[in-house]
């Protein structure tokens, strides 16, 4: 019942930026956590960032001082600045929402975008 769509991947030289979005819709009432993961080829998908309603943020240690993500409440919208860029973030990258839906019974529920692909040349 509730769709995430990512944008803003490409393909950048190394030490540039990018600036990712990720747009929640559908029967929702109210998004509690939202972050980002990504999975590069041959590992595992792994935490990148994460943002709580908040506005309280975590970062992966590899990551640190170079992405930062933020969130629009209003546009149900979670972004994820990066900067700096390295060979190594090449990778797909998926939003995450914790998202409890209009329903009788509310859940929260953890819904997947389908992915962006961002890579990272020397």
């Known amino acids: 019942q509730v769709q995430l769509v990512e944008s803003g991947g490409g393909l950048v030289q190394a030490g540039g930026s990018l600036r990712l979005s990720c747009a929640a819709s559908g029967n929702i009432f109210r998004i509690n956590g939202m972050g980002w993961y990504r999975q590069a080829p041959g590992k595992e998908r792994e935490l990148v960032a994460t943002?709580?309603?908040?506005?309280?943020?975590n970062y992966a240690d590899s990551v640190k001082g170079r992405f930062t993500i933020s969130r629009d409440n209003a546009k149900n919208t979670v972004y994820l600045q990066m900067n700096s860029l390295k060979p190594e973030d090449t990778a797909v990258y998926y939003c995450?929402?914790?998202?409890?839906?209009?329903?009788?019974?509310?859940?929260?529920?953890?819904?997947w975008g389908q992915g962006t692909q961002v890579t990272v040349s020397s």
């Open positions: 995450n929402a914790v998202v409890l839906i209009r329903s009788m019974i509310r859940v929260p529920r953890d819904y």
């Open positions: 943002i709580d309603s908040g506005g309280s943020t």
